[in-house]
């Protein structure tokens, strides 16, 4: 949960080599040289539009915030986007539940009933 020190420092050379590594609840990872992919993991069992809109929103502004702060995050992330995705993580993998594009969510499947 620490953005400095040689433990930040290990997470961003592993961004900049395209492994993954995990900070709070996002776990990011670069996807291509223009892609970099924040993958917020559901505290749902079902996920709802709602739900949805907050977690990647929220993910969203710590990102911002990242990189408006730190110089070193924002190096490594360079001109790169970055891709907010809502997945269900099972410890062993993941499944994607939804995209955040602009400020829609999209790809949502209705929760089961």
């Known amino acids: 949960s620490e953005t400095s020190g040689p433990r930040w ?8 080599r395209g492994q993954a590594f995990s900070l709070g609840r996002v776990t990011f ?23 949805a809109r907050e977690a990647l929103h929220e993910a969203r502004t710590w990102v911002e915030n990242l ?4 110089e070193p995050f924002r190096r490594t992330v360079g001109e790169s986007s970055v891709e907010y995705v809502l997945v269900d993580d099972y410890d062993t993998g993941s499944v994607e539940l939804c995209r955040l594009l602009g400020d829609e ?3 949502l499947k209705p929760p089961l009933a």
């Open 67 to 70: 990189l408006a702060s730190d």
């Open 29 to 51: 990872r670069r996807i291509d040289e223009a892609t970099v992919e924040a993958a917020v993991a559901s505290a749902w069992r079902q996920v709802t539009e709602e739900r």
């Open 105 to 107: 969510v999209v790809g």
């Open 9 to 16: 420092d290990l997470a961003l050379d592993l961004l900049q």
